[in-house]
């Protein structure tokens, strides 16, 4: 199996790392190949051995059994127009956060060898030296339109992600990027918010000596790269700023609650918050 991965941080790396664990254990040869446009990432992936070699021309990938798609999405965008040429036998899949433009920007020629998946996984770290073989392990696996694979390939993609231990689902890209403003991406506005909130006061040093969890969780993810999450921002902006309406009218809902004193409906506004992790 020779697979390329373009973009060797903390979801291409961990990728890597969890198929070079199951190629292993099955007593089968796995050559990854890596492109990275930081150097020193080249240098750590190979340091790591998270990629046995390293090229920096997307030709040398094109003949490959996969190729791993692990970079911020626009330039994701820019990345699949060079894979037009990829050989017939070669299965793409790509990690993005937003799946809709990058589904439409797939040239025809090689969309029936195209697997659009978005991992629900991944930390507030990046770069190489954060890549975990155990990222994906237990975790939700979103692939969508894949009425528009050929089988051969939508398998391979299928087996891999259920060998590596991920749950898949299924979803319209559309649906996808709808859901995914208010689960993942609308939570990393949040967190950004209250950071920058946090910050914004006289004596953020003070405040901060008070965090414990419950602070911590919340603005854990207010550590991500801002490269990435611009990107995903900008591609999903219609289905975040709905997200970010939504969760304004029950910000404004919760301050007149406590400006009123109206404690009785503020417990049941809380209560029905609760309902929701009868559903997770």
């Known amino acids: 199996m020779k697979v390329g991965i373009i973009g060797l941080g903390l979801m291409g790396g961990s990728f890597a790392?969890?198929?070079k664990?199951?190629?292993?254990?099955?007593?089968?040869?796995?050559?990854?190949?890596?492109?990275?446009?930081?150097?020193?990432?080249?240098?750590?992936?190979l340091e790591l051995k998270i990629a046995d070699r390293i090229t920096d021309d997307i030709n040398d990938l094109l003949d490959l059994d996969l190729?791993?798609?692990?970079?911020?999405?626009?330039?994701?965008?820019?990345?699949i127009l060079e894979l037009k040429d990829i050989s017939e036998h070669t299965t793409v899949i790509d990690f993005g956060s937003t799946k809709e433009l990058i589904i439409k920007a797939i040239p025809k020629e090689i969309r029936a060898n195209f697997v659009a998946a978005h991992p629900m996984t991944g930390t507030e770290k990046f770069g190489p030296t954060a890549a975990d073989r155990k990222l994906y392990r237990g975790k939700v696996v979103v692939l969508c339109d894949t009425e528009e694979n050929d089988p051969k390939?939508?398998?391979?993609?299928?087996?891999?992600?259920?060998?590596?231990?991920?749950?898949?689902?299924?979803?319209?890209?559309?649906?996808?990027?709808?859901?995914?403003?208010?689960?993942?991406?609308?939570p990393h506005a949040v967190s950004f918010s209250l950071a920058n909130a946090v910050m914004a006061q006289q004596n953020p040093q003070s405040i901060l000596a008070m965090a414990g969890g419950g602070f911590k969780d919340m603005s854990r993810i207010a550590k991500?790269?801002?490269?990435?999450?611009?990107?995903?921002?900008?591609?999903?902006?219609d289905n975040l700023l709905d997200a970010v309406d939504s969760i304004n009218n029950e910000l404004s809902k919760f301050q007149e609650l406590v400006k009123n004193e109206n404690w009785e409906e503020l417990r049941n506004w809380i209560l029905n918050a609760n309902k929701l992790h009868d559903i997770l």
Not at 67 to 79: E, R, Y
Not at 158 to 183: S, V
Not at 224 to 237: A, G, R, Y
């Open 224 to 237: 991500s790269s801002p490269n990435m999450w611009i990107d995903v921002f900008k591609q999903n902006k």
């Open 21 to 45: 664990k199951l190629y292993k254990n099955k007593g089968e040869k796995l050559e990854i190949v890596g492109i990275d446009h930081n150097d020193q990432h080249c240098i750590e992936a």
């Open 17 to 19: 790392l969890a198929l």
């Open 153 to 186: 390939h939508l398998k391979l993609a299928k087996n891999l992600f259920r060998e590596l231990g991920m749950k898949i689902f299924y979803m319209g890209a559309k649906e996808h990027d709808r859901h995914a403003a208010y689960i993942s991406h609308m």
């Open 67 to 79: 190729i791993v798609l692990t970079v911020p999405v626009n330039a994701m965008l820019k990345i």
